[in-house]
């Protein structure tokens, strides 16, 4: 609630008392009925504390630079799906390719297994390593070519109704998907990512590298979710299955 992230973030909260047995609601309309000013100034410091919380965040330039990188308006800033698609289509777009109409022609898309568990040993030991991938599904989707461009949809085998000759040389996931080798969008669009979130790092924009991480983050995410256009099982689960192996 405003309230808690108000007290939170801020240190105090809103500017009202609750009697005993009361609601919030039912506090606010009986400081509405017997003291109009004082819940005039509840009123003026709801508003002040989220603007306050907006100042002591950040989140106002957080959203501008989110926008201003994405290229969508700042309704649009902090959903996934959108934000993606603009920057995917645009880049198809420089190709000569045209996008699909979102839900024509749309991949199968059942759920993806999650990432990898290991069953725990119990125990005490002398020696413990701890191993991390950095950004390790964008890093697995720049590795392997994962792409809904690049993505080879199964056909019937040579001899079937409608069976054809698929191309060689694929990159094949733990999880079936097969992938061409042609340099694909969303490698290329990481690629950049990465290279501009170690710009602002080094520059000190902890802004713009927060922006760029979390842009990153969100592509595996879109490609398992039912409002892409460009979303499959067999993409979201190559790079799951590769995180896994």
Known sequence: TLETVAETVLGYGKRITISKGEGRIEAISRLAREDPEEFCRYCLQDARLVQEIFDKTGLVDLTLSRCQLLGVAPDLAWTSIPAFEHLYIEAMHERGVVAPTAGVDVLPLAGAPGG?????????????LLFDFQSLYPSIIRSFNIDPL??????????????????????????????????????QLLDRFF?????????????????????????YGVLGATGCRFAGSELAGAITSFGQH
């Open 116 to 128: 990898g568990i290991l069953t725990p040993r119990p125990g005490v030991y002398d020696r413990v």
């Open 150 to 187: 690049s993505y080879l949809r199964p056909v019937p085998a040579a001899g079937e109704l409608g069976g054809s000759r698929e191309p060689e040389d694929l990159i094949e996931a733990p999880n079936g998907a097969r992938f061409r080798r042609e340099p694909a969008i969303l490698p």
């Open 195 to 219: 290279e501009s979130r170690r710009q602002a790092r080094e520059r000190g924009d902890e802004v713009a590298s927060f922006v760029y991480k979390i842009i990153m983050n969100s592509f």
